[in-house]
């Protein structure tokens, strides 16, 4: 590897390399400008999806306060399939339909649960969970799989998470070599 390339190879992951939140603004509201920016710049040479998902997934494990899980669960036929994530081991499928995450991938669009003990059919992979977001992947039209994050806080995503989350989707989405 050419040393330019290595030094800035080194620069990129030292800034994720602390363990603490980078992307936090003056009032300690997490700045989704930024956080998309660092996904940028995680992403922007690679185009291997596990790679990029599992970066996506570590990022925003990181830098969200208040969540206790977060990753993909990706189609494949007609199973949501768990992909790169982090937190506790998980359910590996969620049929389509079923659950938080099988609702939005028949809706096609994020859908924020602000208690998941009221929402019918949650699937409680971790007693811990209190509400949760699930953003569709979509790409020409095709649904590529699931962003999901619990909290163990009720009500912790309100509509700002949605855009920011969605964003961030959009600038990872370009950066999936596909089939997944
Ligand atoms: N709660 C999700 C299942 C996945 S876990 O939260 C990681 C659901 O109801 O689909």
Redesign the pocket.
């Known amino acids: 590897m050419p040393r330019s390339t290595e030094a800035n190879t080194d620069a990129r992951l030292n800034a994720f390399a602390t363990g603490n939140s980078t992307s936090a603004g003056p009032d300690g509201n997490l700045n989704y400008g930024l956080l998309n920016q660092q996904l940028q710049g995680l992403i922007d040479n690679e185009t291997d999806a596990i790679a990029n998902l599992a970066n996506a997934a570590a990022l925003l494990w990181q830098e969200l306060p208040k969540i206790n899980?977060v990753?993909f669960?990706l189609l494949k036929q007609e199973q949501l399939v768990l992909g790169p994530?982090q937190?506790k081991p998980?359910?590996s499928r969620?049929p389509v339909g079923?659950?938080?995450?099988?609702?939005a991938a028949v809706m096609g669009r994020t859908i924020v649960v602000a208690d998941?003990h009221q929402?019918p059919?949650?699937?409680?992979?971790?007693l811990a969970?209190k509400s949760?977001i699930?953003v569709p992947l979509w790409r020409d039209g095709q649904l590529l799989g699931l962003l999901?994050i619990?909290s163990p806080v009720v009500d912790r995503f309100d509509y700002v998470d949605q855009q920011g989350l969605e964003e961030l989707m959009q600038t990872l989405l370009a950066r999936l070599e596909l089939p997944l």
């Not at 079923?98 to 609702?103: K, Q, W, Y």
């Not at 059919?121 to 971790?126: K, L, M």
Request: glycine share 18%.
């Open positions: 899980w990753g669960y994530f937190g998980a359910c969620i079923e659950g938080v995450c099988g609702t998941v929402f059919g949650h699937i409680a992979c971790d969970s949760e699930v999901d619990d």
